[in-house]
């Protein structure tokens, strides 16, 4: 019985400080869109903390890859295309 109270408060205090780490740098991330500092890295960093503890954290973390990765792919393939349409388009020297 002993045990297992520990072992509950030791889950409960564990949930406690991962969700005021993460909402602290979660919310940093959101002030340094404002103000000068690398809050498109700190954002990320939050949402990974909490979602240590929290499916909505997690589900939010998933979106925002997919979203950096699909803009990233579009601008790759948008830096292709222009490359090759200059490349094509040199006349021969």
């Known amino acids: 019985m002993i045990k297992r109270a520990i072992h509950f408060t030791y889950k409960a205090a564990r949930r406690i400080v991962t969700a005021i780490v993460g909402t ?48 990233n792919s579009s601008r790759r393939a948008d830096s292709a295309e222009a490359h090759r349409e200059r490349v094509t388009n040199d006349p021969v020297k």
């Open 24 to 71: 602290t740098v979660l919310t940093i991330g959101v002030v340094m869109i404002v103000t000068p500092g690398p809050a498109f890295i700190v954002i990320p960093i939050g949402l990974a903390i909490l979602s240590l503890e929290f499916a909505w954290a997690r589900a939010w973390l998933k979106r925002l890859r997919e979203t950096i990765s699909s803009s």
